[in-house]
């Protein structure tokens, strides 16, 4: 039930003014210009009218009062409607009491309060939707609006006769649906537009992920060889230096005991009388052989340490030959990368920008093909050279040791031949010289041993760091598996047992596998696997995100169904309670004849859009559709007339007015605002439309702006309108007998 309508500032209603609405019939008159009418507007302007045509206006700030040259003008327009909802007719609201509230200020900006508290348009017009009240504005109809409902095209009546049915919640919920099915279709493409985009990144980055798997196979496969190879040739190196060590000790005691006994017959001799030019040529030819071997064991060292660097660069060549044969791990500078995208950006020809990136490729090919190759090339080429030029000087310190032996055995036998005693020391020089040339024989070879060993071992520790870049510390657990195995002699004697050529097959199927790693891009590729994760997960996200959406699609597809088949149903039942109401009100108006409302369809053309490849729409040729609406069929009685278009102005009247207190009759609004709605009735219509107002008043609060005294007699309340010469409309109250004398 309404219970009052406040008003501040709105229009004509400079100052705040109150009606209180505790009769079913409140009747509200005043002279032309008054601006009674203002309060019919009121109510529209509250309950969320959006139309500045409806409410006599262009902009907001014309709803606002303007002035005066006795009163100011406003701010802003305030309108306020209390409802009555003790009975529980706005349901899950949990107020007794509905207070809605608008407010426009003068920027334009409007506001819309429900009990104190700021919501939106759409919330007021939800709410208002289940008392039956919307924007079609069938509950309130103003001077001049009565025949809109007959004027109406078929469509235009067929939305007001839902709105009134109330079954605009209805068709606002399908549309709002159908928004919803659109954005969500949107989105359906612009995921599928997304997935697509990543489509080929997935595939590449799956590809390069499944390399990284081999890779990181092949690493675990590698690193346990690895650890095996290192672990048997860190074995037989540790059994290698004690062997050599056993062999070399004696050696070098009798050496050292032989050198003793050298230089106390050197000094024997030296000390002589008896001294002579062959002693001296003895001593000398002893010292500069010494010297001799001396340099001779320097030269091969550094022999040793040439065939080490060879070797390093005969392994560094075989990784870029590797590296070579695997296209993938070459790489360009960004730099220069960016710097040729600039340059192709100038090329308007295709096969310009072709040969652009065939030279691009070929220079960085060459230059990444050959630029460590030869330097590694230049390098032991060099070395070799100084190899050579070290094993020459070793060749002639043979040659010269040659010559020092003949010269050493002249003097020995010329010696020999004296059968002098005192040649004693000579003779014992010469005896421990050949002892010492044997054990300096054996020391040598133990000597080879060593070097060789030392390069076998050096390319141990090569290995170690070598795998130490290529597959981290996890190399290193051999050392501790050797320490175990110390005390396993059995174990060790097995291995140590293995031929040299075991390991040696086992060296060269490890530099296999090392290639095939290096070629796979070596045990990285942890950003690359985090990538495709990430990539994948997005993808899968997009998958499960483009899923939902199809769901939600789907039930949007069947609620939007629903809600037409029940918009169907209901706008059906509702058309033929109406036609059993607008007949009897027909009948009440013009003594007989028939009135009905019937669905008619009709066709409308539209432009048909299709989507093409590239997301774009193609306009094609227009379509037919078909649409209902709603047509009305009149017959008066005792007359041939047929058809709204052959009614005179008061029969047009009369239908519009019961056709809509018939739709009002179906679903009831807790109120009606008709605002001079019987201005063209003569005084027997009058009596007619003041029955039909009473028979309204059960079911709705009727508010009755009216110059019509049968109309006013009808009325419980009456207020009255009046307006000064400062331009501010005021009310008066007129008690119920007042209003009948008035009236009379």
């Not at 007619?688 to 009473?694: A, L, P, R, T, V």
Request: with cysteine.
């Amino acid at each position: 039930m309404l219970k009052s309508l406040e008003i501040s500032g709105f229009k004509s209603f400079a100052k705040k003014t109150e009606l209180g609405f505790k009769s079913q019939i409140t009747a509200i008159v005043g002279p032309n210009g008054s601006g009674k009418s203002n309060v019919a507007e009121a109510f529209r302007f509250c309950l969320g009218e959006q139309s500045m045509k409806s409410m006599r206006g262009k902009r907001g700030e014309d709803l606002i009062w303007n002035g005066s040259a006795e009163m100011a003008r406003a701010n802003r327009a305030q309108v306020k409607i209390i409802l009555d909802n003790t009975k529980d007719f706005f349901q899950n609201v949990g107020f007794e009491e509905i207070i809605i509230e608008r407010v426009v200020n003068r920027d334009g900006g409007n506001e819309y309060y429900l009990n104190g508290s700021l919501v939106r348009l759409k919330d007021i017009i939800e709410l208002l939707s289940q008392a039956h009240i919307g924007a079609s504005g069938h509950h309130i109809i103003s001077q001049g609006e009565a025949d809109r409902i007959l004027s109406a095209n078929i469509k235009e009546r067929k939305e007001m006769i839902e709105d009134a049915l109330g079954l605009k919640i209805y068709q606002y919920k399908r549309e709002e649906s159908e928004r919803k099915l659109l954005k969500t279709e949107d989105n359906i493409k612009q995921v599928e537009s997304l997935r697509r985009e990543i489509a080929p990144h997935i595939k590449f980055l799956k590809k390069q992920v499944e390399k990284v798997e081999r890779a990181e196979e092949l690493r675990l496969k590698l690193t346990k060889f690895y650890r095996e190879y290192l672990k048997r040739e860190q074995i037989y190196l540790e059994t290698e230096k004690q062997k050599i060590e056993t062999e070399k000790r004696p050696v070098m005691e009798k050496l050292k005991m032989l050198e003793k006994e050298m230089e106390e017959a050197k000094e024997i001799l030296d000390k002589s009388s008896k001294k002579d030019g062959k002693s001296k040529e003895l001593l000398d030819v002893e010292n500069e052989i010494k010297e001799k071997r001396e340099n001779k064991d320097r030269l091969f060292r550094e022999i040793g340490k040439i065939e080490g660097e060879i070797n390093a660069n005969a392994r560094n060549m075989r990784k870029i030959e590797a590296e070579m044969r695997s296209e993938e791990s070459k790489m360009v500078p960004l730099k220069e990368v960016e710097e040729l995208e600039k340059e192709i950006s100038l090329y308007s020809e295709i096969t310009q920008i072709i040969q652009k990136i065939r030279d691009f490729i070929g220079k960085h090919k060459a230059n990444f093909e050959n630029k460590n190759l030869k330097e590694l090339e230049e390098s032991s080429i060099d070395l070799e050279k100084n190899k050579i030029k070290t094993e020459e000087k070793i060749i002639e310190i043979n040659q010269e040791l040659r010559k020092l032996d003949s010269k050493y055995g002249e003097i020995k036998n010329s010696i020999e031949k004296e059968k002098d005693t005192e040649r004693d020391a000579e003779k014992n020089i010469f005896k421990v010289s050949g002892e010492m040339s044997e054990a300096r024989g054996k020391l040598d070879l133990i000597n080879e041993k060593i070097y060789r060993l030392g390069m076998e071992e050096n390319d141990w520790k090569r290995e170690i760091q070598e795998g130490g870049v290529l597959l981290g510390t996890a190399i290193l657990g051999f050392e501790a598996e050797v320490l175990i195995q110390e005390n396993h002699s059995a174990e060790i004697d097995t291995e140590v047992s293995e031929s040299r050529e075991t390991q040696e097959q086992r060296r060269r199927e490890l530099e296999k596998m090392k290639i095939r790693l290096e070629e796979l891009g070596g045990a990285g590729g942890a950003e690359m696997m985090k990538e495709y994760r990430e990539t994948a997960e997005r993808d899968e996200f997009l998958q499960k995100e483009l899923e939902d959406l199809k769901n939600s699609a789907k039930s949007l597809e069947i609620l939007i169904k629903d809600l037409v088949e029940k918009l169907d149903v209901e706008f059906k039942q509702g058309i033929e309670k109406i036609n059993q109401k607008f007949q009897d009100f027909f009948v009440l108006m013009f003594g007989g004849g028939t009135a009905e409302l019937k669905i008619e369809n009709y066709k409308l053309k539209i432009r048909n859009r299709e989507e093409n490849g590239n997301d774009l729409f193609n306009i094609n040729e227009e379509k037919e559709t078909s649409e209902s609406g709603i047509d009305i069929d009149v017959s008066l009685p005792r007359k041939r007339t047929k058809g709204l278009d052959m009614l005179s102005g008061g029969e047009r009247a009369l239908t519009s007015i019961a056709l809509l207190f018939a739709v009002s009759q179906v679903n009831p609004p807790p109120f009606i605002v008709l605002d001079e709605t019987d201005a063209a009735l003569d005084e027997a219509n009058s009596k007619k439309y003041g029955d039909m107002i009473e028979s309204l008043s059960k079911v709705s609060q009727l508010i009755l702006i009216t110059h019509n005294r049968e109309t006013m007699s009808r009325a419980g309340v009456i207020y009255g309108v009046t307006m000064g010469r400062d331009g501010v409309s005021r009310l008066l109250s007129i008690a119920f007998d007042e209003a009948v004398a008035v009236a009379k």
